[in-house]
């Protein structure tokens, strides 16, 4: 059965740093990386790796956020420095093998 785990949001201040960690069992994912979504219905890539080693940054992250990937752990982390308010959003997991699995999510607020 495949699982992702988040573990790591909650409240900060503007300027802050949180690092979120996601935990996968069950498959070794082609690519894993972070996703968000905010008030709106979309979710929108934060970040993602390939097990090639390919990341890939929003443009939102680029020179905030860091995504890292322990292959051997299979779990990937998010390292959020410099938060802003419109980062507030619940960030979700991803798992691609190529099909696609999803964390429960866990709540990133950015308030003073």
């Known amino acids: 059965q495949v699982q992702l785990v988040e573990s790591g949001g909650g409240l900060v201040q503007p300027g802050g740093s949180l690092r979120l960690s996601c935990a996968a069992s069950?498959?070794?994912?082609?690519?894993m990386g972070w996703y968000r979504q905010g008030p709106g219905p979309q979710r929108e890539l934060v970040a993602d790796f390939t097990i090639g080693g390919t990341i890939t940054y929003a443009d939102s992250a680029k020179g905030r956020f860091t995504i890292s990937r322990d292959i051997a752990k299979n779990t990937v982390y998010l390292q959020m420095d410099s938060l802003k308010p419109e980062d507030t959003a619940v960030y979700y997991c991803n798992g691609r093998t190529p099909s696609s699995y999803w964390g429960q999510g866990t709540q990133v607020t950015v308030s003073p």
């Open positions: 069950g498959s070794i994912f082609r690519v």
